[in-house]
């Protein structure tokens, strides 16, 4: 009889094909495995490179001064009213305080060097800090003003030989910046005007609030339309719209569509919403609805995908209860997608939000610097003020392009932990 072999057994022929399958599947583990490290160590040297270049746009050097704030010195007659507070000539009395701190005798020219170590936002601090402060009228008070945006530089770099090399601080600058250090006159803060300013051709005093509010109105506007038309049309598309050629079209250009380059929809939006009707340029209103149509398409497609996964078991049990089609299909089949169908919505704006070329199209590329109150009104946005900061020659708007990144890398990852929140509430 035939000697039959035991299940875990192998001939002597078939131990070397296992052998390799086994070789194969460790291979192809090491492969995936170095995928994820490769990728890994692209995004870490990405967010490393951004962090060291941008955290010091959230920091700012501020030069201590004695501002001479008699009345004598002002020109006012006691009491001082709020129309004398405003009228002063704060330029003048910053550029006094920073000649009384230096000791030596300067000329025009020097004086003029000297007055450039302060910031171009020194006298409106000042100007501020007497407006908040009236009681300081009449007394001698020591302030930290905005320093100019080289000896900011200067500073962030510790003095070091290679900070001195590429400074634009004159032999005469760093010796006063010496003076000024070894007297505690120069200290690192919190730069609160990056986030409450909008954009300046001033490096120090350049913010992106202006660009925050531009970019808030546009997704408003991006949302409300690509969410109520694309949630619909998806729900029309899979649940009511019958399978011809027709649908099938739609459905092919829909796919298409979402494909598309996105300056493709810049053109579009030139074309119509400001070519045809009429709508401002460079309005908040425009670049939503140019976002939107660009949009449209991912909503379009990822909340049919999430309703094509509701089990037809739900639709059959509401039809067999009475419901008809339009209540089996908002009261059970939309809830039950609503988690996906909001996912599709929320990564839809999180991309709507990093773009630029879009924006460009419409005018968005224009200098504000005043953030806007109203839809209609000229605005930026955050991408667009990154692409204007990075196109700027002044090496001061290095560190502000990083930082403005490192804000819309945050409105990032707030939309998509917001996507994963609300996907976890409505799954339950």
């Known amino acids: 009889m035939t000697e039959r072999k035991s299940p875990g057994s192998l001939s002597s022929s078939a131990m070397p094909g296992v052998v390799e399958r086994h070789r194969g599947e460790e291979r192809f583990k090491f492969l995936g495995l170095a995928a994820i490290l490769v990728s890994l160590s692209f995004l870490a ?161 350049a913010g992106v609030y202006g660009a925050m509010i531009g970019s808030f109105f546009a997704l408003g506007v991006c949302l409300l339309l690509s969410c109520v038309v694309g949630v619909l049309a998806a729900v029309y598309l899979e649940e009511f719209a019958a399978r011809n050629r027709w649908t099938q079209f739609l459905e092919i250009n829909i796919n298409n569509l979402a494909a598309v380059p996105s300056i493709t929809f810049g053109l579009l939006g030139l074309a119509i919403f400001l070519g045809f009707f009429g709508l401002p340029r460079s309005a908040s209103l425009v670049g939503g609805m140019v976002l939107a149509l660009m949009t449209l398409p991912t909503v379009i497609i990822s909340s049919r995908v999430a309703l094509q996964a509701v089990a037809p078991s739900i639709r059959e049990a509401a039809f067999g209860i009475g419901a008809s089609r339009v209540q089996a299909v908002f009261h059970h089949v939309v809830p039950l997608a609503m988690p996906g169908i909001l996912t599709g919505v929320i990564l839809g704006m999180a991309r709507a939000l990093g773009e630029t070329a879009p924006l460009l199209m419409i005018g968005m590329i224009a200098f504000i610097a005043d953030p806007p109150s109203t839809l209609t009104q000229p605005a930026s946005a955050l991408p667009v003020q990154v692409y204007l900061w990075a196109d700027s020659p002044e090496r001061g708007f290095a560190e502000k392009t990083a930082g403005a990144i490192l804000v819309l890398l945050v409105f990032l990852l707030l939309m998509n932990l917001m996507a994963v929140i609300l996907r976890r509430k409505f799954e339950k």
């Open 45 to 205: 040297f990405f967010l490393v490179s951004i962090i060291g270049t941008g955290y010091g746009a959230f920091l700012q050097t501020a030069l201590k001064v004695e501002v001479d704030l008699t009345y004598d010195s002002l020109g006012l007659v006691e009491p001082a009213t709020e129309e004398d507070i405003a009228n002063i000539r704060y330029r003048s009395i910053v550029r006094s305080a920073m000649r009384d701190i230096i000791t030596e005798d300067v000329g025009r020219r020097e004086a003029r060097t000297l007055y450039g170590m302060l910031g171009a936002a020194a006298e409106f601090d000042l100007r501020d800090i007497v407006v908040e402060q009236p009681q300081l009228i009449g007394t001698v008070a020591s302030l930290w003003l905005t320093s100019s945006d080289d000896v900011d530089l200067y500073n962030k770099g510790d003095a070091s030989e290679a900070s001195q090399l590429q400074t634009r601080l004159s032999e005469k600058q760093q010796e006063w910046y010496a003076t000024l250090e070894a007297q505690g006159r120069i200290k690192t803060r919190f730069n609160w005007t990056f986030l409450t300013s909008s954009d300046s051709r001033d490096p120090e005093v």
